[in-house]
């Protein structure tokens, strides 16, 4: 498992930018991210039509090594195929990722915005709340939460979202504070708008570009986490294809038909990197 | 006196969150649906005999009771009771943690150096700043255990050179004061047992420390091609300073303090990833001890983890913080 890109923390302690990018460029590069995760989701939602067996089922000798025939990537030790539920182990390891980062966000909006808006006793106590949690070992209190739950994917992704929501608040604040300031607000305000009219229509739409770029290049860390916890066995409970307990199912067998835990764990390092890749393309996008 | 008050804030800080860190325990363990009275007494034990371990566990107090409670245990250490060893998760914890510190100290030695290799390479060198900087950017994205296997199979299997698990050969086990087999070894003049325990190290901390390695290169990349175009940098070159002495004593010195924050940081990462990494080389510390734990859903001891690494985090980025005060004038209190 992996903490969070040194940029990452960096972004999150930077106090308010006084003259933050223009919102016109904001808002394409956030429709940017959106539109590549968009288009990569769907190409994951269909891996699992390519998969030639049920990924759960035995359907083949058991060991077979790569190349064999009918079975691409090999079979495991109980026969099933490798490729089948590799394939399916990808587009469960995305959308959970893509789910953790979404609930991340939102719950860091929510409490963002409401500390940048109210400011004072509110603000300062949302942000060393905030504080506390980004000064705790984020992976290591998901495994408890995920223990004291029980294990099941869903508690895994709700455990990172509850630990990954803080820096993304703080983004969201700090850019709260620096829009609400400009004329726009200010007018809008003068019109005695709705408190939430004015957060949703007039501020959101200025501060949503660094908290999505932020989330962009958490695709693979999270990946990396939720593989973590799933390797250690606190993911979904046996046959079900994932990418990490197979990696740990398969590890007995290494000596003598390494394919088992490796590819598993190969599959896990391309997708970090293609999320990875994702990341930077949109940090560049946004910074320059 | 600037530094007694930053030591003073620091320590501050961290008793809050250290008290935090207890409470989002403490909650975690109130949801779960797990019954830690029926987890020690068993789901047949009668009616009374459930109550009575629940008024000893001072289940039946008020919530607040019971979170002072819990704090008045952790002051002296008291974690709880282990459902899977029946014994104290203290004591097992403190069986177990030889072998992850001695783990965790070679995966930050490994850290450290490769670190500064790749960082100072990328940072200098022409010819290999591309090489590197390609190093830096597929190596974050190669997990550990990935790693442990390809380690395993190369230097264990196909060449033979290294033990594949265990923390010595012959499970002899520790025998000295540390409880960590190289140190022992070396306290008692035995070089060959202290060789053979080195040994057993290589690959795990070669898994484990490569993603440091990884991270601290990259931040000391950015900290060292930044500082050398500082103006005080341009003054040391002006008044004649040879290339060296300016590097050394200028660069260098100034790119130390963000290098200790990330060591800091990566201090949480090293042990939230003993918990995946000691099991596959059948290590005897504290990662494999909580994986057992988790198998048997073993709540207090994967307690006791928690606060075990969350305090070990936050000492050793209090340290840091301070250390940062130690050799950098300008860190102060905001």
């Not at chain 1, 803080?166 to 700090?174: F, G, H, K, M, Q």
């Amino acid at each position: 498992m992996a903490v969070a890109d040194p940029w990452i923390l960096e972004a999150a302690k930077r106090p308010a930018t006084l003259t933050p990018p223009r919102l016109s460029k904001r808002l394409t590069s956030g429709r940017f991210i959106v539109v590549a995760l968009g288009v990569v989701s769907l190409v994951v939602l269909l891996l699992p039509l390519l998969a030639p067996y049920s990924p759960t089922d035995p359907v083949g000798a058991g060991l077979l090594p790569p190349l064999s025939h009918g079975h691409l990537l090999g079979t495991d030790d109980i026969g099933r195929d490798l490729l089948s539920r590799i394939l399916y182990g990808i587009r469960s390891s995305w959308f959970g990722t893509i789910a953790v980062l979404a609930s991340a966000l939102v719950i860091g909006t929510f409490i963002g915005v409401i500390a940048g808006l109210a400011g004072g006793v509110l603000d300062a106590a949302l942000m060393r709340f905030s504080e506390i949690f980004l000064a705790m070992p984020a992976q290591v209190l998901a495994i408890c939460l995920v223990a004291a739950l029980g294990p099941s994917y869903i508690h895994v992704l709700i455990a990172v979202a509850v630990v990954w929501w803080p820096a993304y608040a703080r983004l969201i604040r700090t850019g709260v504070r620096s829009v609400k300031v400009r004329p726009h607000v200010e007018a809008a305000r003068l019109a005695d708008i709705s408190s939430a009219r004015l957060a949703a229509r007039h501020i959101l739409p200025g501060v949503l570009g660094p908290p999505l770029v932020l989330a962009s290049v958490d695709i693979g860390t999270v990946l990396l986490v939720l593989s973590g916890l799933s390797l250690i066995g606190l993911g979904a409970p046996a046959p079900a294809p994932e990418l990490g307990a197979m990696v740990s199912e398969g590890f007995p067998f290494l000596l003598q038909a390494w394919w088992v835990p490796l590819i598993p764990g190969f599959a896990i390092t391309v997708i970090v990197l293609i999320g990875m890749v994702l990341g930077d393309i949109m940090r560049g996008r946004i910074s320059t | 006196m600037r530094i007694g008050r930053l030591v003073a804030t620091r320590l501050g800080g961290m008793i809050v969150v250290v008290l935090a860190l207890a409470f989002t325990v403490f909650l975690f363990q109130k949801l779960s649906p797990v019954d830690p009275v029926r987890a020690i007494v068993g789901a047949d034990a009668s009616r009374a005999a459930v109550a009575a371990e629940r008024a000893r566990l001072g289940l039946n107090r008020p919530f607040l009771v019971q979170f002072l409670n819990y704090v008045r245990g952790l002051l002296t250490f008291n974690l709880g009771t282990s459902y899977r060893t029946q014994q104290p998760v203290r004591t097992n914890l403190f069986q177990v943690l030889p072998a992850t510190a001695e783990l965790t100290i070679a995966t930050l030695f490994v850290g450290v150096i490769g670190g500064v290799i790749l960082g100072s390479i990328s940072a200098f060198s022409r010819r290999w700043s591309k090489v590197v900087r390609g190093i830096f950017f597929t190596f974050a994205a190669v997990p550990s255990f990935i790693l442990a296997m390809l380690g395993l199979l190369f230097f264990s299997r196909s060449l033979g050179w290294l033990p594949s698990s265990g923390i010595t050969s012959g499970g002899g086990g520790a025998t000295g004061p540390t409880g960590m087999p190289v140190l022992d070894d070396l306290l008692h003049a035995n070089v060959g047992a202290a060789w053979n325990a080195t040994l057993h190290l290589v690959i795990p901390a070669l898994a484990g420390g490569l993603a440091v390695a990884v991270a601290l290169g990259r931040v000391l990349r950015g900290e060292l091609m930044s500082g050398a175009q500082q103006e005080y940098v341009r003054t040391a070159r002006a008044k004649g300073l040879e290339e060296r002495a300016v590097i050394l004593r200028h660069v260098v010195r100034n790119s130390i303090s963000p290098v200790l924050s990330v060591l800091g940081l990566y201090i949480g990462f090293i042990l939230a990833g003993s918990v995946v990494l000691e099991p596959l080389f059948d290590w005897p510390g504290v990662g494999n001890y909580t994986y057992q734990s988790i198998q048997s859903a073993d709540f207090p001891a994967i307690a006791g983890f928690t606060i075990l690494v969350g305090v070990t985090y936050v000492v050793c980025n209090m340290a840091v913080d301070i250390a940062q005060g130690l050799i950098d004038p300008r860190v102060g209190i905001q």
